[in-house]
């Protein structure tokens, strides 16, 4: 070995072994010197604490703090002034351990290198009136020195630290706030340039509470908090700067930047926080209790993009400032009312959703902007959808999409309309309350079109083919416009309005008007007779089995039975061609009110069989259709008004008997069923009948006398002329006022009850004499004389045991004061009787 390196080891081994025999010393003096060093340590401490900082015991550790001297203090206490009075111990740790500059202590100077805490509690607390336990720390009132006393220059700067199992809290209860840490381990470095120092800290730590404001619960709470930071501190500005670091909040990794100032009293800071791929519910866990009970109305399936910005202040009351984003892409939405696949958005949160009105939950909003999805298979958009004010949240919205109509099938349900072609291009702006998380009584402003669609209005059986509807929505009213219907040969155009729509909607479906001007070039209403069926099915009541969106479906599906069924609606028809079977009437308008189970039919006017038809009525919606009709016919075809209805139920007075104009007035009630056929014998009423140029043609019941009494006149071609009748209907009873009968073969007085089943009692007073010549009277009284004079026969019609109708002599005839005329008419009755006796009785006619 070359000698200079001989010596040199030689040199260096002798200043370790003088460095160790004098650090040997120092622990010895320390040891021999406990509480000199420890009273030494504690002035150093106390120096600019206005309170007392007490310590138990104090031990040199050997090497430990090596170059240093390293004690340990034991039984640590500090508190401020006025513990007395709110009894917050600042600082209890069991073991606090410090390693002091050897060479400054050997001067009587405290450089503290390094301060390991362990198995202590922190507890800064504020009380209601603002007054802070760490006022402890606030500079004392300097005082005169004596200019003889030595100035020391001992150093404040802390080295190294380390905190394990510390409780540390920070209680506030003037501002309502309380963040408690168990940490588990912080060790840090420090460095000090000349503006400030920098740490290296590492940190593992449980978060109990994080409460900015108590009454509205913690952030991360119960989440263990793992990671390294880089934090800077400048003198100037009094900033302290976190860098940006991985940090775990439980089993998620964020990106974590900070920036707390010291400057000012009340500790403003900002807090930045960005995460990828993690869950919704894990983010929405990780805030306070009354956003994540808003957040949590919705979860989305697959990790997102989240951020958070924080900026408030520990000090002084009120929340921080909290914004909050999220990106979502090809996910799946749930909501309380469905879910949304494929959805794509990019979301917001914040609690200042207008600038100077508070950070508060009335002032929060969720602003999902861009959103895309499907809902049922129904594609759909919205530019922005918001939801403000968390204590009564409302959502809006504007809301597009185009489909085919039947992707709306799943989605009102089986019960009301099932469509099967069509396309639906709606853009709606929509306005909800939520309710217990749930859309409640969306109110919409905007347009829905529906084209070329073919829907099958199930409770009704009713289909309508090559539909359009343009629908808009306004605040209050709804316009519906541009319908176009078709159920086989019928085609509608509507116009309709709803009046105070939505709010009528939610509230009383039964008092919803909507007011239609209704065209058509050709109705059949045969093909609209669905509207008087029964309803299919049962109401659909919201029960208990079934889930979740079945129950959706039924209730708005109830809420369109409702509206379908209670509602009313104002119909004001112009057709141009208008059918009920046999029957057709052009030129028809007609105002109707339809009504729950009721239909109003009021200014009804059209033209028929060369004349024209005023009618108004009332139809009530049962097991059988109750109705009561007004209406007065003026010179109409008398064959071919009989023909269109079927001769009004009678079999032997038809349309092939009669020929001439009729006029008249009929009020009638009666049933009608769903096939739109009469109720047998439910008829009553009136008809006050006027005819003209009227025929009776081969009719039955004149036949059967006419043969055997006036054998040589034309019985099968009756003219006459004014004939007016009151017929009163009662069931299958019509009821025959007297009337006079003047035509080309006979004239009759008839009076009685024709019955559509049993009970005919007709009773005919048929002069013999020829009337062929009558009209060539002129003077209308004498004409009145003549027609009943000579021979007069007084028939009966009434029921035969067969079934059929018998005529006999009417022996209780009415008869006039006694005149030789009544005279030679009952002796005329008398020998009439005899003769049918003798030929072989009654003569028997079929109904």
């Known amino acids: 070995m070359p000698r200079w390196l001989k010596i040199t080891l030689k040199v260096a081994g002798a200043l370790i072994g003088i460095i160790i025999i004098l650090f040997i010393a120092l622990t010895v003096y320390v040891n021999y010197n406990k509480q000199k060093v420890l009273a030494m340590i504690t002035a150093e401490l106390n120096k600019n604490l206005n309170g007392t900082l007490t310590i138990g015991s104090i031990d040199p550790t050997l090497f430990k703090g090596f170059p240093g001297v390293s004690v340990e203090l034991k039984d640590v206490t500090m508190k401020d002034s006025k513990w007395a009075e709110h009894h917050h111990t600042l600082l209890t740790a069991k073991e606090f351990e410090v390693s002091v500059n050897a060479s400054a202590l050997m001067k009587g100077e405290v450089v503290i290198n390094k301060i390991d805490i362990s198995n202590a509690d922190i507890d800064l607390f504020t009380d209601s009136t603002g007054y802070s336990n760490t006022s402890i720390f606030k500079a004392k009132p300097k005082v005169e020195k004596d200019p003889k006393e030595k ?73 263990l908090l793992n990671g390294h930071f880089d934090v800077s501190y400048d003198y100037n500005s009094q900033v302290i700067n976190v860098a940006p670091n991985k940090l775990s909040i439980g089993d998620d990794d964020f990106n974590v930047a900070a920036q707390f100032n010291l400057k000012a009293p009340t500790t403003p800071f900002t807090i930045n926080l960005k995460v990828n791929d993690i869950l919704w519910t894990s983010a929405a866990n990780l805030l306070a209790a009354n956003i994540t009970k808003s957040l949590k109305m919705f979860d989305i399936k697959k990790p997102i993009d989240v951020t958070c910005d924080l900026k408030g202040a520990f000090g002084g009351g ?99 309309l099932k469509f099967s072609k069509g396309i639906v291009d709606l853009k709606l702006a929509y306005k909800a309350d939520i309710v217990n998380f749930k859309f409640a009584k969306p109110y919409v ?30 605040e209050k009213d709804l316009y519906i416009n541009n319908i176009r219907l078709q159920n086989g040969s019928s085609v509608v155009n509507m116009q309709g309005k709803v009046s105070n729509f939505l709010n ?28 008087l069926n ?38 004001h028809l112009r057709v141009a061609k208008l059918y009920y079977k046999k029957f057709l009437a052009t030129d028809a308008t007609a105002d109707i009110l339809l009504a729950d189970n009721a239909m109003k039919v009021r200014n009804v006017s059209l033209k028929s069989a060369g004349g024209s038809l005023n009618l108004s009525g009332l139809i009530l919606q049962g097991p059988v259709n109750n109705f009561a009709v007004s209406t007065n016919v003026n010179h109409v075809n008398t064959s071919a008004f009989f023909a269109s209805f079927d001769n009004f139920g009678l079999k032997d007075f038809t349309s092939n008997n009669l020929q001439g104009f009729l006029s008249a007035r009929v009020d009638i009630k009666g049933g009608l069923k769903n ?13 006050q009948v006027d005819f003209t140029e009227g025929a009776l043609i081969k009719f039955a019941p004149i036949k059967s006398v006419g043969k055997f009494a006036f054998p040589f006149r034309d019985l099968d071609n009756i003219t006459f002329g004014d004939l007016k009748a009151r017929f009163d209907i009662n069931g299958d009873k019509i009821n025959i006022a007297p009337m006079q009968i003047n ?57 035969g045991d067969d079934g059929k109708i018998k005529i006999k002599w009417n022996k209780n005839h009415k008869k006039t004061d006694g005149s030789d005329s009544d005279k030679k008419e009952d002796d005329n009755d008398k020998k009439a009787e005899e003769q049918q006796q003798t030929s072989g009785g009654t003569d028997n006619v079929n109904r």
């Open 151 to 223: 100035e020391t220059s001992s150093s404040t700067q802390i080295k190294r630290f380390t905190l394990s199992k510390v409780n540390f809290k920070v209680d506030d209860r003037h501002a309502y706030k309380l963040f408690k840490f168990a940490i588990n381990n912080v060790s840090g470095r420090m460095e000090y340039p000349n503006k400030g120092w920098n740490a290296d800290i590492d940190l593992n730590t449980m978060v109990n509470s994080f409460s900015f404001n108590t009454k509205k619960g913690s952030f991360m709470k119960n989440r």
């Open 675 to 687: 096939t739109g056929d009469l109720v047998p014998k439910s008829i009553k009423g009136f008809a």
């Open 743 to 799: 035509s080309s073969v006979l004239n009759m007085d008839v009076e009685g009850v024709y019955s559509l089943s049993r009970g005919t009692n007709i009773a005919l007073d048929i002069p013999l004499r020829n009337p062929k010549n009558d009209a060539k009277i002129t003077d209308e009284t004498e004409r009145q004389k003549k027609r009943m004079r000579g021979i007069v026969l007084h028939i009966l019609a009434t029921d």
């Open 318 to 416: 009120g929340d921080p400032s909290i914004y909050v984003t999220a990106k979502v892409k090809d996910n799946t939405l749930t909501t309380q009312g469905g879910i949304i696949e494929n959805c794509s958005f990019n979301g917001v949160f914040s609690n200042n959703y207008i600038n100077g009105k508070g950070l508060t939950d009335e002032n929060s909003v969720i602003k999902l902007y861009h959103f895309n999805g499907t809902y049922k298979d129904i594609p759909f958009t919205i530019d922005t959808a918001l939801i403000n004010n968390l204590n009564t949240p409302i959502a809006t919205g504007i809301f597009r999409s185009r489909f085919p109509v039947t992707k709306l099938n799943p989605v009102i349900g089986d019960e009301s």
């Open 534 to 571: 029964s309803r299919g099915g049962g109401e659909s009541s919201g029960g208990s089995s079934g889930s979740g969106k079945k129950m959706s479906s039924k209730k708005i599906t109830s809420q369109l039975n409702t509206a379908f069924d209670k509602g009313q609606a104002e119909l």
């Open 504 to 531: 009528l909607y939610y509230t009383d479906p039964e008092k919803i008007l909507i007011v239609w001007q209704i065209t058509s070039p050709e109705i059949h209403l045969g093909e609209f007779l669905g509207f």
């Open 445 to 474: 402003t905007g347009n829905v079109d529906i084209k070329n669609a073919d829907v099958n209005y199930l409770p009704r059986n009713l289909v309508f083919k090559n539909n359009s509807i343009a629908l808009k929505f306004t």
